[in-house]
């Protein structure tokens, strides 16, 4: 699919070009699942509402004011994310001063917090499905240690006794296996189908 | 993009506006935005995992030493089953009645059987494997058949071991091997048959004491 410059989107998009809202969103939507996971801490359901709420506000200022400089279009988008996750985050915060755990058990969110749940389920079981299949404990540890214990892959050859070019192939493998598992488990498509704007 | 760059993004290295300029890049790139997510949800994955045990990361997984395994476990049954088939099985065991194959076995014990009309003597066989020679006519061009019975004084006759495809070592001998030590006391017959024909058995009679 051919990328199409912020400014072209801008200018279609303020002209009451539906299709360019599509393509923006299509463009768009990867990029800020990307920025807003490490803004979110986990928690998927959030991830979600703050894309769409992101996306919204950009569709909205180019179909009314505009931005200053459409050829900046994706750092404007970036930047309304980051803001909206801030925004999100001291609400929470300001939420979580005086908790009735009681109350927000009965008052919680059903769809986000299954949702949330499902995802980090959806991930776990991909993840296990791959240590299922991975041949030797050393590609295990090798992932463990890399992933979660943020350790330098120099080290982790020379401890292992591994040369770089084994490390890269084995991680290689494990990461284009991962993410076949998930797309064989609908992943993609549900991710695209969530975003019903 | 490079694979490094993803690498310390997913895993917070990068500083503050490095982290910027790498997100608004993946905003502007669909694919790479697709790459880099994998690589986050792979890792809280894994974090997920972990967080219940850390087995899954050093226990075993690998089916293929469970079905290696499985298969030597079942080899060594049925290697077992042959053995003790095997030890147990008529055809393995030392053998009652063989065919005469060396010299050797011709230069030990003999006995011979022959029908002689109006005899009242029945040949007796002696101890040990005895080379045992039947005289009659035979004809070199066929097989004969060669069966051990054994009778007891119901007269009923119980088989116990034949001999077939039995060439003639000439047109009046068929010779056979029978070990003796494996035979009860009691009489005994070797009912000879030519095969491929419908010729009757003869009968050749022995006791063994």
């Known amino acids: ?197 | 993009m490079n694979q490094e760059l993803i690498e310390r993004y997913v895993a917070g290295r990068l500083d503050e506006g490095e982290a910027d300029a790498f997100e608004e890049y993946c905003l502007a790139n669909p694919e790479v935005a697709k790459q880099v997510e994998f690589e986050q949800r792979l890792k809280a994955g894994l974090a997920q995992v972990a967080s219940g045990s850390t087995a899954e990361f050093v226990r075993s997984n690998n089916p293929l030493p469970w079905r290696l395994a499985v298969a030597a476990g079942a080899l060594i049954v049925v290697v077992s089953l042959l053995f003790v088939w095997n030890r147990m099985s008529p055809a393995h065991a030392p053998a009652v009645m063989a065919t005469v194959t060396t010299d050797k076995q011709r230069s030990g014990a003999a006995l011979r059987l022959a029908l002689v009309r109006g005899s009242d003597s029945v040949p007796a066989l002696q101890p040990g494997i005895v080379r045992v020679e039947i005289v009659g006519l035979f004809d070199l061009g066929f097989h004969y058949s060669v069966a051990l019975d054994r009778l007891d004084h119901t007269k009923d006759v119980e088989t116990i071991a034949t001999l077939y495809s039995q060439h003639p070592t000439s047109p009046v001998t068929l010779e056979v091997m029978i070990d003796s030590d494996q035979l009860r006391s009691g009489s005994y017959s070797l009912r000879v048959r030519k095969q491929a024909s419908d010729e009757d058995a003869l009968d050749f009679g022995f006791v063994k004491f």
């Open chain 1, 1 to 197: 699919m051919d990328f199409i410059p912020g400014g072209e989107l801008s200018r279609r998009i303020r002209e009451g070009d539906v299709s360019a809202e599509s393509e923006l969103i299509r463009q768009f939507e990867p990029g800020l699942r990307v920025l807003l996971r490490r803004r979110t801490g986990g928690d998927y359901g959030l991830l979600q509402d703050l894309v769409q709420e992101t996306l919204l506000v950009v569709i909205q200022r180019l179909r009314g004011v505009g931005i200053d400089d459409p050829q900046k279009l994706a750092a404007f988008t970036a930047q309304t994310a980051r803001n909206l996750a801030i925004a999100s985050l001291r609400k929470a915060k300001r939420q979580r001063t005086v908790v009735d755990s009681e109350a927000t058990e009965r008052n919680a969110d059903p769809a986000r917090s299954v949702d949330g749940v499902a995802a980090d389920l959806e991930a776990a079981l991909a993840v296990r499905a791959l240590l299922r299949e991975l041949p030797y404990p050393r590609d295990r540890l090798m992932l463990k240690r890399f992933y979660l214990d943020d350790h330098d892959k120099q080290i982790i050859c020379q401890e292992m006794d591994l040369t770089e070019a084994a490390f890269n192939q084995a991680l290689s493998r494990a990461r284009r296996r991962f993410r076949q598992i998930l797309e064989e488990r609908g992943f993609a498509k549900r991710d695209l189908l969530s975003l019903g704007l």
